[in-house]
């Protein structure tokens, strides 16, 4: 595998992994990168071993070392394969033939990762019928929406499956290079096409129709040996192998223990610029203090959740919880515990059904309600417990604001003062200027927009307004140039729900002040930061979303956002957090600043750079 992606040879050795690894475990969680982006992580707890993720893309799959950071929110598609497949036990991992396809197979459905363009991750029941696919798809032959029974595209050659005549026979028809005629027709891609030239000794240059049949003979016996290779992974320079490569410089390779393993350090622990090492060694405190305050608060916001919920269901199955406690009150005055837990499936129900297990040491029994297990203190009542549960939430609330509160004053105390940047607005509203130096406003919500338009627009100003439900109004202070105008558009787009939705584009329209008016027609009503429009409107069609930062040149360090691309930095609508997004910014713009910049922009918190990632979460542009 190559910085391309996944190979179906590839695919092969990695199905065998996993299958070792996650056949058997069952689906815990699952997440999704964006809402309509190909990036997925599955969490498996598999009995015996524990938890294992599996991080999957539109170009690769692999068992990651460590959790990636979760998504804020999970889409519609990812809660639709939440709600069927969590619990789920995966009983088999395929690869379809010899295709970049696999497959996740559960007791009831089929999850479908199609690696090859454009690529679609497709849910389906086990007779095949589409449940949703992430993307609706139309070809000549070839249909993926609901209620269509999935159909994979047309199947390449296993070139592992050819006799030597057939070889000899597609060879004939072909003129291209040998190289090209390995990677493409026989389907081994670019890497292993050289690997299979280099074993059979042969000239890749020369075209396949020349080859002669000895030669051919000694390629389809290299060929073949790729698929009896032991997997020993190797990472190279630009390239993972799941086995060791003849055709790859020997200089700086690294062994790994599975081919995940070495696919998770070629992805995942890149090794920094020179520039982003320095800034991590001054960093180091904080990113580390960081670490351990997201760590507490995840574990508190779970305690929080679970202890609700606990309390919940105690609530609303009181007396068959009081069943069960009087029960256990009532045979412990003849009985032992152990004789508690052996008469168990023969009382009376709820009983059976809802005790699980004891803990006497404790003084603490295990009941299941709704398929959630909860332990209770066996000496108080369910309302008693249930207030406990309660309590316990609270107190687990409590501890996140607390956190909330010291990562705050970690930010403030580790903030430099010196250093200008500007942000994109302090006060009521965001505040920018263009290019050429003109003041541009715009709201931050529905009441900003109000306060925007009725007491901070004048006569001479122009408004924006992206063409979607959702959006900040953006006005342009006093006569502006078209470069102004054409910047405030891409203000608009931007500071609209067309980001949150990861719109590539928007359209919007540009007005004078007085065509807006409070007053609806009759019978209308208009909330608030809402306007009616009248008159003729200049539109601005298909306008990019983007944010570049940049690093001005000036006699003091300045940091400023771009509306649309620009030389710098560009950011674009994408399922990235903020928090991790502005360390990716930080680093990329690192790798591009003078060391003079360098010596500046090293002082500053990563989280400095948040401001500037509009609705919390995009992505560095490609």
Not at 524 to 539: A, C, I, M, N
Request: glycine letters at 6%.
């Amino acid at each position: 595998m190559d910085e391309q992606g996944v190979a179906a040879l590839d695919l092969r050795f990695l199905v065998r992994e996993l299958r070792g690894a996650l056949v058997g475990g069952f689906i815990k969680k699952i997440f999704q990168y964006g809402n309509r982006q190909k990036q997925f992580l599955l969490e498996v707890n598999v009995p015996g071993t524990g938890t294992k993720f599996l991080y999957i893309d539109r170009k690769k799959l692999f068992l990651a070392a460590q959790k990636p950071e979760s998504p804020p929110e999970p889409p519609q598609f990812c809660m639709f394969l939440r709600k069927r497949l969590a619990g789920s036990k995966i009983l088999e991992i395929e690869q379809r033939g010899f295709d970049r396809i696999v497959a996740i197979a559960t007791a009831e459905h089929v999850l479908i990762f199609e690696f090859l363009e454009p690529g679609n991750v497709i849910l389906t029941d086990m007779n095949g019928m589409i449940a949703l696919p992430l993307e609706l798809q139309t070809w000549k032959d070839r249909v993926i929406k609901p209620k269509v029974r999935y159909s994979p595209p047309p199947s390449p050659l296993d070139p592992f499956t050819l006799e030597f005549n057939d070889v000899v026979k597609l060879a004939e028809k072909h003129s291209k290079k040998l190289v090209v005629f390995v990677a493409s027709i026989l389907g081994l891609g670019g890497v292993y096409a050289r690997e299979v030239c280099v074993r059979a000794k042969v000239d890749e240059q020369l075209p396949a129709n020349q080859v002669p049949a000895a030669d051919l003979s000694r390629v389809v016996t290299a060929l073949r040996s790729l698929e009896k290779e032991q997997l020993m992974a190797v990472r190279y320079e630009t390239i993972v192998s799941p086995f060791p490569l003849h055709s790859a410089p020997i200089h700086g390779a690294r062994s790994f223990p599975s081919f995940s393993a070495a696919l998770d350090d070629y992805f995942t622990h890149e090794v920094a610029a020179a520039s982003q090492k320095h800034v991590k060694e001054k960093e180091g405190k904080q990113v580390y203090i960081k670490q351990q305050q997201e760590k507490a608060l995840e574990k508190w916001r779970q305690i929080e959740q679970e202890s609700r919920r606990h309390g919940e269901l105690l609530s609303s199955h009181v007396a068959e919880v009081d069943a069960v406690l009087s029960w256990i009150t009532k045979t412990r005055k003849t009985r032992s515990w152990d004789n508690v837990l052996k008469e168990r499936p023969i009382a009376p129900e709820p009983i059976p059904s809802l005790l699980k297990d004891i803990h006497p040491d404790q003084g603490q029994v295990i009941i299941e309600l709704e398929n959630t297990p909860i332990i209770i203190d066996v000496r108080k009542a369910a309302l008693q417990n249930a207030a406990e549960k309660f309590q316990r939430a609270k107190k687990a609330k409590n501890k996140v604001a607390g956190i909330h509160k010291a990562m705050k004053r970690e930010i403030a105390r580790s903030t430099p003062k010196k250093e200008k940047v500007r942000a994109q607005g302090k006060g009521t509203f965001l505040t920018f200027t263009s290019v050429d130096g003109t003041r541009i406003l715009a709201g931050r919500d529905a009441e900003t927009n109000e306060q925007l338009i009725k007491k901070q627009t004048g006569p001479n100003d122009l408004v924006f307004h992206a063409d979607i439900t959702g959006a900040a109004f953006v006005v342009v202070k006093g006569p502006a140039s078209e470069q102004t105008k054409q910047e405030a558009a891409v203000v608009a787009a931007v500071h609209s729900k067309a980001w949150q939705r990861g719109l590539g584009t928007a359209d919007v329209f540009a007005v004078t002040p007085d065509q807006l008016s409070k007053k609806p027609q009759s019978g209308e009503y208009l909330p608030t930061g809402s306007f009616v429009v009248r008159g003729k409107r200049t539109w601005y069609r298909n306008v990019p979303l983007a944010v570049t930062i940049t690093i001005v040149k000036a006699e003091e360090f300045e940091i400023v956002p771009r509306y649309g691309r620009a030389k710098g930095v560009v950011v674009v609508p994408g399922g990235v957090p903020a928090p991790e997004l502005a360390r990716q910014i930080k680093g990329a713009l690192l790798s591009r600043a003078s060391k003079v910049q360098q010596e500046q922009l090293v002082k500053l918190p990563a989280t400095a750079f948040e401001q500037y990632i509009p609705g919390g979460k995009g992505q560095l542009a490609l």
